[in-house]
């Protein structure tokens, strides 16, 4: 409803219209008038006036991401939103806990943990770090999760004896089984292709380090790099399409882009500092990596399309690395009016207003006039 509605304010002055959060100046809430304006298309305009705004911001249903974070001594899994706030905490293990994936229905999160003289094992818990268990036992190295688009299965890679191997299980730690093959090269860094029929991954049974796809049930494999740098961490978007990786063919790692046969390749992230680990988001808009471009090592976004925006979810002096991105809840998607530094990438268009008028695109909240 495109309406004032003061049920959930944050502060004097505010409230929600639609999917906008506003604040007016002092006690300009019960001045404020919202008027619906007619129009052809798919876009729905509305106007605001009558109270000066202080704040106009859009929002939208929107991942959270999850994260490793060694902030507090040793690596312990975070979460929080797209712009850094809402952090919290969700494991306070004594071990480390890391490479944190987002279950498809964001109920779940798969990590690895590792304690000090034991095996690395694959662990699952709830969305809020509750009810934390062990899927592997001891008796080889298991570590990065992925879960299949079902959500009813793990891949990941397990160290057994000399050689790193992919394997698949059920969430709940059965039917475990090795998938690659080859037997005497290492493998690691499983990513499910959307349908579920694929998976991308690294190994070095060229001599290099690089990304191949497999047909799961065939366990045909194709080569999708080939070259002489070090080429990892596959990441697919939501359609299928593209693949992002890591790679350090310019002297230090980037995020790359490539079509699913590893075509029309592309770098991305393009820095002079340390870009990788990419994942996309649910909706493929945006690509969450780990980078050292403010200092340290920071979980950043940027989008694919459009002005291609960075902005750094995390800044702190720890080191904050494998994102992910996924179980989705309403958040701030843009500033829209308010004070410099509000809107995550770049400022506000304007600081204050007495009257706007909004375009509602049909999908989400991200124009304004």
């Given at each position: 409803a495109l309406r004032p509605d003061t049920s959930p304010a944050v502060g004097a002055g505010s409230m929600a219209v639609g999917p906008l959060q506003v604040e007016t100046a002092a006690a300009g809430a019960n001045q404020l008038h919202v008027q619906s304006l007619p129009a052809s298309g798919k876009c729905a305009f509305v106007a605001l006036h009558g109270a000066r705004?202080?704040?106009?911001?859009?929002?939208?249903?929107?991942?959270?991401?999850?994260?490793?974070?060694?902030?507090?001594?040793?690596?312990?899994?975070?979460?929080?939103?797209?712009?850094?706030?809402?952090?919290?905490?969700?494991?306070?293990?004594?071990?480390?806990?890391?490479?944190?994936?987002?279950?498809?229905?964001?109920?779940?999160?798969?990590?690895?943990?590792?304690?000090?003289?034991?095996?690395?094992?694959?662990?699952?818990?709830?969305?809020?770090?509750?009810?934390?268990?062990?899927?592997?036992?001891?008796?080889?190295?298991?570590?990065?999760?992925?879960?299949?688009?079902?959500?009813?299965?793990?891949?990941?890679?397990?160290?057994?004896?000399?050689?790193?191997?992919?394997?698949i299980m059920n969430t709940d730690g059965t039917c475990q089984r090795s998938i690659s093959d080859s037997s005497s090269t290492n493998e690691w860094d499983p990513a499910w292709s959307p349908d579920g029929t694929s998976m991308a991954f690294v190994s070095d049974r060229s001599g290099g380090y690089e990304v191949y796809v497999m047909d799961i049930e065939a366990k045909a494999t194709t080569r999708l790099t080939d070259d002489s740098y070090r080429d990892e961490h596959p990441a697919w978007d939501p359609a299928g399409v593209l693949l992002a990786y890591e790679s350090d063919r310019n002297g230090i790692s980037e995020v790359m882009l490539m079509r699913s046969d590893g075509s029309e390749r592309r770098n991305f992230s393009a820095s002079p500092y340390y870009d990788g680990m990419p994942r996309f988001s649910g909706t493929g808009r945006l690509l969450a990596f780990t980078s050292s471009r403010g200092g340290n090592y920071d979980i950043w976004l940027?989008?694919?399309?459009?002005?291609?925006?960075?902005?750094?979810?995390?800044?702190?002096?720890?080191a904050d690395d494998y994102a992910d991105l996924g179980s989705p809840t309403v958040q701030i998607e843009r500033v829209l009016i308010g004070p410099d530094g509000a809107d995550r990438g770049c400022n506000p268009l304007w600081s204050g207003a007495d009257a706007a008028v909004v375009a509602f695109d049909g999908k989400s909240s991200r124009n304004l006039i």
């Open positions: 705004m202080d704040y106009i911001a859009a929002t939208a249903l929107l991942d959270r991401v999850v994260f490793s974070s060694n902030r507090n001594g040793n690596w312990q899994i975070y979460v929080c939103n797209l712009d850094g706030s809402e952090l919290r905490r969700l494991t306070t293990s004594n071990a480390n806990d890391r490479y944190p994936t987002w279950s498809p229905d964001g109920r779940q999160i798969a990590f690895s943990r590792s304690n000090s003289g034991q095996d690395e094992r694959i662990c699952i818990m709830n969305a809020d770090g509750s009810d934390v268990r062990a899927l592997t036992a001891s008796g080889g190295l298991c570590a990065d999760p992925d879960f299949s688009p079902d959500g009813r299965r793990l891949a990941y890679r397990h160290k057994r004896d000399e050689y790193e191997q992919i394997y940027q989008e694919l399309g459009g002005l291609q925006r960075a902005w750094p979810v995390t800044t702190h002096k720890a």
